[in-house]
């Protein structure tokens, strides 16, 4: 796909798809972020899942920002989809107090460190079927991050609803997922590419993506389940290009202003309980 087609796509989905880059007090505190996520690379193996972490990386540190500027210290938070622990193993550095929930005992498999398991005090639950095994207004917030896009059989709204009732009154949701409406799905579509994953990995992988998110659908389903919009916005991570088609996504960045939103392929946001 050559420039000057890549921008008219740009510019014609800027009227439908409502998705900014993050806002001003997040890009400021962006950098030291991405300081203490390498700090964290640079002290810790990361096993079978070290390529993850790296193409992860800028990611995890959105997460952080929002963290720091949005959670009290010592928070206790509820990490679903916890493994491999990346991110929570960067919160416990960072003094708050994690509990992993996921969905079978398979994922055991993928930590780094079985010592990890113990220190997030992983469980087991489908989300899908089951209540979440805590009490009430049990948790100052809830990791919801690329979680959305495997939910199979449950209308999210209901799932949402349980994760607020394990919050509490001044709760929060830290939240990502694929944003569909992206460049690479479109190339992908050019070439002939399917956009799911490759029938190898889509049929029995415990990683399979279900459904992706346009933004505005993904934020109903909070406003459905009874959050408020603290922050949504869209970045960039190379996790959530379309295999097949990133290569000629990053031929394009950076001759492509980058605030555009199908240049933004994850959906980052924050939803509060009050």
Known sequence: MNTQLAMMLCELAQDYIKLSPAPIEIQEALPHAIEQVEHIAKSTSFGTHAEYFKVSKNRYAHYLVLATQLLPANSRILDVGNAPGHFAHLLTKCGHRVTGVNLNEEWRKTYPDPSWI??????????????????DASFDAVLFTEVLEHIAITDPVLILRKLRRVLNAKGVVIFSTPNVCNLSNIIALTLGKNIFWPENIFYGSLDRHNREWTPAEAQQVFVRAGFRTKHLYGMSDHSNWRLGAAESVYQLLGTLPDDKALLLNTIVGAFTVE
């Open 118 to 135: 113990a220190d997030f005090d992983v469980r087991e639950c489908d989300i899908e079927r089951d209540d979440l095994p805590f009490p």
